[in-house]
């Protein structure tokens, strides 16, 4: 069963990869409509740069990642049903697929739902514990209470075009002015949207989640399902109408915050796929600043800032993809290993797991946005959209633009600190507890996709024309479908990316010559093994190396207003200290100011309600008599006052 | 394209056997100041001289990272120095945006040293490292909010543009913009170097040292290694502070590499000079003066937007 899954799934994949590859190559596809018993709408999918670009993401993350889980699943044969894991990956992948093609409202909505609920059975397929059970739980309120949000809007749409359609709603924003209650519309959209993204504040079932969902899933999740959040949101913005300055500088705003928020709250984090998760706030909120740079080269009429912003943000959609399930897979991979979750419980894993090990450093330099890796492509597609953005006018628009440079700065030196941290203190040094003393690399089977995943990192990062060229027909098809003006620097594109290959080949070139030289000096020489300088202390200890806490210290301290933490301390007494004990936990800022307390409100005014339930069968008839009287009256009133207006059905 | 020839090999030789004089300036200022005699100019030379010809000790708890840490790390830094402009106005390697690819292997360089100190297993390096990663991050937003200073006005983020583009005959207290970038660049130029007032590099005590922490199970060609690369990420950014300050000529002359050495001699002077009369800060005051530096670039950006500049 699992075997079949996984290759159906994979060949699936592979052949969706293809023929998206193939449309974003050969220029625009076609669609196909079918008619279906259901009321409201019709079958109706098609394909154009922008979805194939998705479709293409999509399917590469959870090709690969389908490789993955059989490995994954394998350890757990015999144990345990995998039957709802077989069913649900390929539901989930086609659940995101068909949001994807979908050109119909109905449709739209359906996948979306296949999609949500497949991946919340997947989530909680460790469902013994309590913790996995509760996780889910977040996830499915959710999912749905955005859904709910996704209905409405596309209620509204539907009503204000006649029908639920994407070639009619798109009608609505080709009337050249925009629609009435635009904003309120893009608002509702960027909430139910931003939901599934992740954007701070509506993020806070994301690190809940993705940690305990099977990691191969968390990857799929992560590297594609939130993406289609932002996909969504496009989607729905080209039935608005032109886009207006403000909703640019909301994305600017809520990507900046995201960005900043997710990257300091993955620094506070020990458990390393809790920190993995909220790093992809952080990247979604890199992925906003490169949208709003696009939407606000409309507002300054600035076709080369759309360019740059549109493509460094498709470009970072499929980077991140890559990188971000490359690290999700590396972290399961040491979790099989060892069984540890936390960072603190690991250390000396790339000794031990060489293949690991050194995926996990790729991972996280091209996620630090290093060179010659893809992150930094895509960030520097966007930091150039910031530069064009700032000169050729003076306003405030343009100073927001400059704005971004800092910010991205500053998330880049973040992400070099997370991600040094997770490398160094959970693979290098020496192992602080038996189980990493005992980790054994993975196998072949679950090394594959990693591997091929760091193989993208690299080769993306080392040869950005490949990147560029895949994704400039989505951003043509993303800049007409939003009308916005899309100008193609093909003056000043090629010589730097060009540029970008020739720093990254020479870094290698030097770095190789670097070694050859090292080698060459110490041949022959002496070469020593001994402990590591301890400062005249010889009986170090494992235990007595920095931790990830102590490591993060200063700066979860400098931004303990954003990451609030739960700390039990316990300080050493007296001449021969025992037992002196320091833990620390971080909580969510977004969690524990914003949703907590709304939830006690909440439950408050729904404490009222639950007196309604009172279990005994004669007050829920008298409930049901009551309906009944007043409905009665209600029909009585409408008919009395709307004379001729019979044939109410129900009316005796 | 003779030219362009010579002046890239000039580029070279300079990049090559330059950066290690500015440490013996720096060294040189001080003992003065302190009123002693001091070590040679070339001390640098003779140091990785001597380094160049040991063997190696390593720790058996360090993987493949410890060893190639080193190498990495020079090797970003020697390529970021092909992309900054030394005695002319561009480095060998230019294109748009070059000025990122700049400021991100610089990034690289750091990602290395931090991962080869922390695959030591020394708490002390370990924080060193913490400390060098967190002051490194908050002096980020500084290096570009002085970048884009540089960059808005030219409408490139090119070094070679930029600073074709720089309005000199409107320089100083007439165009106040360029003076906030050269301070908040001084101070990231203070940060990124491990000078005093963010850390001394004379200091003994592992618990209050920076950059010297993490480096202090390397030995032999590595420490050359690294000696040299720390000394060619001085000339780095003290480049950018000397093409900010004098008009060097963008083609290449022999009067303008002069200009340029001699302004690198120059920075290196006051370096020494604020290094024998100030005493460092405090670690946790560290952040202020970074953050410090980010507003005064913000300052300086501001100024260009208000004047209608960009």
């Not at chain 1, 490359?326 to 000794?351: K, N, P, Q």
Request: with cysteine; aromatic share 10%.
């Amino acid at each position: 069963m699992l075997l079949v899954s996984t290759v159906a799934t994979f060949i699936a994949c592979a052949a969706g990869a293809g023929v998206a590859g193939l449309s974003l190559w050969r220029g625009d596809g076609s669609g196909l409509v079918a008619l279906w018993s259901l009321p409201l709408g019709n079958f109706h999918i098609g394909l154009d740069g922008l979805s194939s670009f998705f479709l293409f993401c999509v399917f590469l993350v959870a090709g690969v990642s389908a490789i993955y889980g059989a490995g994954y699943l394998r350890h757990e044969m015999g144990q345990r049903s995998l039957r709802s894991a077989a069913v649900c990956y390929p539901l989930m992948v086609g659940g995101m697929a068909t949001v994807v093609l979908a050109r119909d409202a109905v449709l739209f909505l359906i996948a979306w739902e296949v999609m949500s609920l497949s991946s919340f059975f997947l989530v909680s397929h460790d469902h013994s514990h309590a913790q996995v059970r509760r996780a889910s739980f977040i996830y499915l309120v959710a999912s749905h209470l955005s859904a709910v949000l996704l209905f409405v809007l596309f209620a509204q749409l539907a009503t204000a075009a006649g029908g639920f359609d994407f070639d009619l709603l798109a009608q609505l924003g080709r009337t050249g002015q925009p629609m009435p209650a635009a904003t309120q519309l893009f608002l509702l959209a960027l909430v139910g949207f931003g939901t599934k993204a992740g954007l701070f504040p509506l993020h806070i079932w994301l690190p809940e989640a993705y940690p305990a969902a099977p990691s191969y899933v968390s990857a799929v999740m992560s590297g594609a399902m939130s993406k289609l959040g932002l996909y969504g949101l496009l989607r729905v913005l080209t039935f608005l109408g032109p886009p207006e300055p403000m909703w640019a500088v909301t994305l600017l705003g809520l990507g900046a915050i995201s960005g900043l928020f997710g990257i300091i709250a993955a620094l506070a984090q020990h458990e390393l796929k809790r920190m993995i998760a909220y790093s992809s706030i952080e990247n979604i909120g890199v992925i906003c600043l490169g949208l709003g740079l696009g939407l606000l080269g409309h507002s300054l009429q600035n076709p080369v800032l759309s360019y740059w912003g549109f493509t460094g943000a498709l470009l970072h959609v499929l980077h991140h993809g890559l990188m971000k399930s490359l690290l999700f897979l590396c972290a399961s991979s040491v979790r099989i290993a060892t069984g540890e979750r936390s960072l603190d419980r690991m250390g000396g894993l790339l000794r031990r797991m060489p293949w690991t090990g050194a995926l996990f450093l790729t991972g996280g330099l091209a996620i630090s946005a290093l060179p010659p890796l893809c992150g930094f492509v895509s960030e520097w597609l966007i930091y150039l959209g910031a530069f064009a953005g700032s000169s050729g006018s003076v306003g405030p628009l343009s100073l927001l633009s400059t704005l971004v440079l800092p910010t991205l700065a500053l998330l880049g030196g973040l992400s070099v600190l997370t991600f040094v941290r997770a490398f160094g203190i959970g693979f290098l040094g020496q192992p602080r507890t038996p189980a990493a003393e005992q980790a054994r690399e993975v196998g072949p089977l679950l090394r594959l996709p990693m591997v091929v995943l760091g193989l993208g990192c690299a080769l993306l990062g080392l040869f950005p024309l490949a990147g560029v060229g895949l994704t400039s027909k989505a951003t043509f098809s993303l800049g007409s479908l939003l009308q916005v003006a899309v100008l193609w620097p093909s003056r000043v594109l090629w010589r730097p990316l060009v540029g970008i290959t020739v720093t990254g080949a020479t870094t290698v070139v030097v770095l190789l010559a670097l070694i050859w030289l090292r080698g060459r000096l110490l041949r022959g020489r002496p070469i020593e093994v001994g402990p590591t300088w301890g400062c005249g202390y010889s009986r170090g200890s494992p235990r007595m190396q920095y931790s990830a806490t102590s490591f993060s210290e200063p700066m979860v301290e400098l931004f303990s207003s954003i990451v609030p933490r739960e700390v039990h301390y316990k300080a050493p007494e007296g001449l021969f200290p025992r037992d002196a004990r320091f833990d620390e936990r971080p909580h969510d800022l977004a969690d524990e100011r914003l949703v907590h307390p709304m939830v006690e409100r909440g439950n408050v005014i729904i404490r009222f309600l639950r007196r309604l339930q009172q279990g005994s069968i004669h007050t829920y008839l008298v409930y049901i008599l009551v309906t009944l009287l007043l409905l009665l009256v209600w029909q009585l009133g409408v008919t009395s006052a709307v004379p001729g207006a019979s044939g109410a059905p129900g009316a005796p | 394209m003779m030219q362009s020839l010579v002046q890239n090999l000039v580029h070279l030789l300079v990049l090559l056997f330059f950066p290690l004089l500015l440490l013996g300036v720096i060294n040189r200022v001080k003992s003065w100041a302190a009123g002693r005699k001091g070590p040679s100019l070339f001390q640098g030379y003779y140091d990785v001289l001597k380094l160049l010809q040991k063997g190696a000790v390593y720790s058996y708890t360090t993987t493949w990272i410890f060893r190639t840490g080193p190498l990495v790390t020079l090797a970003a830094l020697f390529v970021s120095g092909l992309i900054v402009p030394l005695t002319s106005g561009s480095g060998p390697l230019h294109f748009a945006g070059d000025v990122l690819a700049f400021a991100y292997l610089l990034a690289l360089g750091r990602f290395f040293t931090m991962a080869a100190a922390l695959d030591t297993g020394s708490s002390f390096e370990g924080m060193g490292a913490s400390r060098e990663a967190g002051f490194s991050a908050l002096a980020e937003p500084a290096t570009f909010l002085s970048l884009a200073i540089l960059c808005v006005p030219a409408h490139s983020a090119s070094f070679a543009t930029a600073l074709a583009k720089l309005p000199w005959e409107s320089w100083g207290p007439a165009h106040p913009t360029f003076l906030f970038a050269v301070v908040a660049l001084g101070i990231v130029l203070l940060t990124e170097n491990a000078r005093i007032p963010v850390d001394d590099p004379n200091t003994h005590l592992e618990l209050t040292m920076v950059h010297e922490v993490m480096i202090l199970d390397h030995g032999g060609p590595d420490l050359a290694f690294i000696l040299y690369g720390s000394a060619l990420k001085l000339l780095l950014l003290t480049s950018l502070l000397v093409h900010l300050l004098l008009p060097i000529p963008s083609e290449g002359s022999a009067v303008g590499g002069l200009m340029f050495l001699g302004g690198c001699v120059g920075i290196a002077v006051v370096i020494g000079i604020i290094e024998s009369t100030m005493a460092r800060l405090r670690l946790r005051s560290v952040p202020q003066l970074l953050i410090g530096a980010a507003v005064i670039a913000a300052i300086g950006l501001g100024f260009l937007f208000y004047r209608g500049e960009p």
